[in-house]
């Protein structure tokens, strides 16, 4: 957590506080059809075998939200979704 405090001018101090969220992965199994366009955009938490079965390597990972955020966003079934959790 980070927190920071802004006392710029009159007025009430302004407290901002930097949650971290911790991320899980969730997998429509009946929708995947091993495609592997998450294993291409995140390959540090997605891996599709040769046969096109999905692993999810780290069901909650810490790294780059934004590789994860498009791993869901072009998936072509919409087998992907991102549940935040505190």
């Known amino acids: 957590m980070c927190v920071g405090v802004s006392l710029s001018g009159p007025g009430p101090a302004i407290v901002m506080?930097?949650?971290?969220?911790?991320?899980?992965?969730?997998?429509?199994?009946?929708?995947?059809?091993?495609?592997?366009?998450?294993?291409?955009?995140?390959?540090?938490?997605?891996?599709?075998?040769?046969?096109?079965?999905?692993?999810?390597?780290?069901e909650r990972p810490r790294g780059d939200r934004?590789?994860?955020?498009?791993?869901v966003k072009y998936c072509p079934t919409h087998a992907l979704r991102i549940v935040e959790e505190p």
Not at 31 to 58: I, R, W, Y
Not at 66 to 71: D, K, N
């Open 17 to 58: 506080v930097e949650v971290e969220v911790t991320v899980r992965i969730v997998v429509d199994r009946d929708l995947c059809q091993g495609h592997g366009v998450c294993e291409s955009e995140a390959p540090e938490v997605f891996a599709v075998s040769k046969a096109g079965e999905l692993t999810v390597v780290d």
């Open 66 to 71: 934004r590789a994860i955020e498009a791993a």
